[in-house]
């Protein structure tokens, strides 16, 4: 059960005097602080931190870190994140000392473990997705779009043509037409069809001469494959125009189906989804893309190339986007990455991808006897349900499904995502979880469908906070106790 006292914040538990180290006395002498910063860079009184001793803040942080949910402590089936599993191996084998204690200044003779790491999985992230070479620099999905989308500008650039306009299908990620715009292209639209693919007619309408990129989610938000990829794909080529794939669902086709085998020209990983890498809360990412041959001179620099049995940071690509991050990216994410794709292997990668769709499908054909699902009798590693019937009836919305689940102590899915079901509740359930757990969920699930509705418009009932204004919380943050007025 999850602690549910208010917590008071360290400022309130501070007593003064109290400290959680205690130093030697100092054995060199004493610079005055005004010889090494100067004075009109100093405060005029020390800032009013709290006074701990060690154990009241380990406590605090302990409390406060199980009123939250987590994919050790919880089932999460939040759609379109893959929230699976993360295995501690992951965890053991990315802080090894001759990890974390790199500097990303040391001389390259020094890092050739980790630039040959970074090396076999820009080829691992090749040979899945089928496209010949592979940027890790992009901290995240979304990055990883950006970035390509630079590159396709710079390439269509170099081959001298204007072209503008970027296509996504109304189902996708925000951050498609996002990155879109970004690139400095004009994002468009292209409806979706009463199956949830791509509408065909609107699909023709909309591609004109100065198409550059088509953007899809393939398998889609809906968790569908998109039954007309091929035409597509070649519809788009024919025009000159490029195909980037948004690989949040590979965890559907992992060994299965390539992107590049399937029309794209272009792809972003999301390690932290597919990969295993612990997220959530805004935490670490990467968005590793790949691209074909034709694409690679504009990737970022640099580029991890082996030379002879050396490995090498090549920053020797005069066409290039230039740098989009740091260094070599997020490498503590990559390194999971790596780590989990080999204690995988082919074989039990595709069992990734089999086992989830597996389960999303064994979920789909519970919950739509009590939760339509108006897209698809089948599935891929997700689908979406839809409260809208249950709103006309009884009230009860998406929301309030989500907000129930809290108490019974399952994260919420997915809610209001994609654009196109309305009261869209969007399940992926992984396959790192149990038939046990999938029981228990749709078993809860059920359950709140008949609950009353007074009683779900006011949960969750057993967290410290119930329902923030949540776009209060998003447009005007308040991280600050003391600058908080309500
Ligand atoms: C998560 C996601 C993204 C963005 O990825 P981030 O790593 O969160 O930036 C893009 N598209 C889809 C479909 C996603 O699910």
Redesign the pocket.
Known sequence: MRNQQATQLLSELSHPGRVAVHWPPCDVPEQPIEDIIPSNFLADEAPKLPELTEGEVVRHYTNLSTKNMSVDTHYYPL????MKYNPKRNERLASLPGIVDLHPYQDQSTIQGMLQLLYELQGIFSEISGLPACSLQPA??????LTALMAAAKYFKSIGEDRKVVLAPDS?????PASAQMAGFKAVSIKSDPNGGVDMDDFRKKLTDDIAVLMI?NPS?LGLFEKNMREIADAVHEKGGLIYL????MNAILGIARPGDFGADMM?Y?P??TFSGP?GGGGP???PICVTEKLKPFLPSPIVEKDGDRYKLDFDRPDSIGRVRSFFGNTGVLVRAYCYILSHGPEGLREVSENAVLNANYLLSKVKHFLPVPRGERCMHEFVASASELKKERGITAMDIGKRLLDYGFHAPTVYFPLTIPEAIMIEPTETESKETLDAFVQTLFKITEEDAELLHEAPHTTPISRPNEVQAARSPCLRADFCSS
């Open positions: 759609g379109s994140c893959t995240a999905g979304a990055h990883g779009e996708s990620h925000g951050t498609n989610t938000t948004d690989g949040a669902n972003h999301n932290h989804k997220h990412g990467a968005g």
